[in-house]
């Protein structure tokens, strides 16, 4: 059990070095008012009540 912990916490830790830098710093459209994005991704989608 300890093995595969640590075989799939290895495996976890590549994708996530795999995938740091992958999201520009700058240039989101949630970057003026991320609390105004959230919202309108929110009132998108007809599924959400509220």
């Known amino acids: 059990m300890a ?3 640590a ?3 290895e495996i976890r830790w ?3 070095e795999a995938a740091a ?3 520009d ?3 989101h459209e949630w970057d003026a008012d991320p609390a105004a994005w959230v919202r309108s ?3 998108a989608d007809e ?3 509220g």
């Open 3 to 5: 093995v595969q912990r």
């Open 7 to 9: 075989v799939q916490q």
């Open 14 to 16: 590549n994708d996530l």
């Open 21 to 23: 830098g992958t999201i």
């Open 25 to 27: 710093d700058a240039g």
């Open 41 to 43: 991704q929110r009132h």
């Open 47 to 49: 599924r959400r009540a």
